[in-house]
């Protein structure tokens, strides 16, 4: 791997080997990926990548990298590959070796996965940040209708949590917000809806977003918990429609024709070049019914540590306020209320 952009790759490679969550199942791939990547002369890994990025040569390395490793774990749960990649008591070179070989034998199949899919990972904890924000953004702005479309939905669990009290009620403790964390409001809404791009994630394939570890396995029972409760709660007829965010055409007639007022992006734009970013954003902020409110979630450091941090754009300004920073990506943990919160909520 000696291409320019091949060594931007593994630099991130290396940088996300060191997250302090690493234990939490993608480690051991990422170990894995870095021997594979360290080979001398041209690898199935090199014309993997080369494959991808002219699919997608807008893609970060950061969600190239996460991506494979969904690609490979959905394989070995489905198809029946060597799980020993995802073993940290297998030695390194087994590993190395195993992995090399099965992305030389299916790299067809890896590809098309990472061509036509994204990290769809679906945190149940992340409503928590939007139902407080948005809430309290409602409130200062008198807002008596809100029309809501989440951005990169996956499953729409996100939009279909929020105003669901037992919901709430499980996750928010789990929550510290510094200095305090704003009322818990019910967001007038009057309609909410997903969009992703297409195909659709399945739960199969968030499943196997998830990393391969206990502590994942009791991320996705809480999704798996949150989407009974909705359903309880009759909130699990909310409708999703397949529609790439990269096509800013679709994506502004969608937003226009619905007269959605606040959009919610939740750990999607850090999958982009940030000039792709650029022209989402200002085709969301263009599009948005007023008073609108676009609500942004994303790593703080490209995945390659723990958090994330929230930003707003408010009336279509493109001065993005910074409203929060959380100290846990899964939104366990803290939360740092930021000078942009105060604007919001007045």
Same mark, same amino acid.
């Given at each position: ?25 993608w ?15 041209p690898?199935?890994l090199d ?5 991808? *990025?002219?699919?997608r ?9 996460t991506? #494979? ?29 195993l992995?090399a070989?099965?992305?030389a ?63 709430f ?5 789990? #929550?510290h ?12 809404l ?12 399945? #739960?199969? *394939? ?18 798996? *918990? ?11 007829d ?6 790439d965010?990269?096509d800013?055409?679709?994506l ?9 007022n ?14 792709v ?10 599009a ?18 723990m ?19 959380v ?9 740092t ?10």
């Amino acid at each position: 791997m000696t291409s320019t952009r091949g060594e931007s790759l593994r630099a991130a490679l290396t940088d996300m080997l060191r997250h302090q969550q690493g234990n939490h199942g993608w480690a051991v791939l990422h170990e894995g990926l870095a021997g594979v990547a360290a080979a001398d002369g041209p690898t199935a890994l090199d014309a993997l990548l080369a494959e991808v *990025w002219l699919k997608r040569p807008y893609i970060t390395d950061a969600h190239a990298i996460t991506l #494979l490793g969904i690609a490979v774990q959905h394989h070995t749960l489905h198809d029946g590959g060597p799980s020993e990649v995802f073993d940290a008591k297998t030695p390194l070179p087994v590993r190395v070796r195993l992995l090399a070989g099965l992305l030389a034998e299916r790299r067809a199949e890896l590809t098309r996965l990472m061509a036509e899919h994204s990290n769809s990972y679906t945190g149940a904890r992340r409503f928590l940040v939007p139902q407080l924000v948005i809430g309290a953004f409602a409130q200062a702005r008198g807002i008596e209708r809100v029309r809501l479309m989440d951005l990169g939905t996956s499953i729409g669990l996100l939009p279909r949590q929020l105003n669901v009290e037992p919901v709430f009620d499980r996750f928010a403790p789990d #929550l510290h917000w510094h200095p305090a964390a704003p009322p818990f409001r019910r967001i007038p809404l009057e309609y909410v809806c997903g969009v992703d791009r297409p195909p659709l994630p399945t #739960l199969e *394939w968030v499943r196997a977003c998830h990393g391969p570890s206990d502590y994942y396995e009791r991320r996705f029972g809480e999704v798996l *918990w949150s989407l009974d409760q909705a359903k309880t709660a009759g909130r699990y007829d909310v409708p999703l429609r397949p529609l790439d965010l990269l096509d800013v055409r679709a994506l502004a007639d969608a937003l226009t024709s619905a007269r959605i007022n606040v959009a919610t992006c939740t750990f999607v734009l850090y999958q982009y070049a940030e000039d792709v970013r650029r022209r989402v954003i200002d085709t969301v902020l263009g599009a948005l019914d007023r008073p609108g409110l676009l609500l942004v979630m994303d790593p703080s450091h490209g995945l390659a540590r723990m958090g994330c941090s929230v930003h707003a754009y408010v009336d279509g300004s493109t001065e993005a306020l910074h409203v929060a920073d959380v100290s846990d990506a899964h939104c366990m943990g803290d939360v740092t209320v930021r000078p942009g919160m105060g604007v919001l909520a007045g």
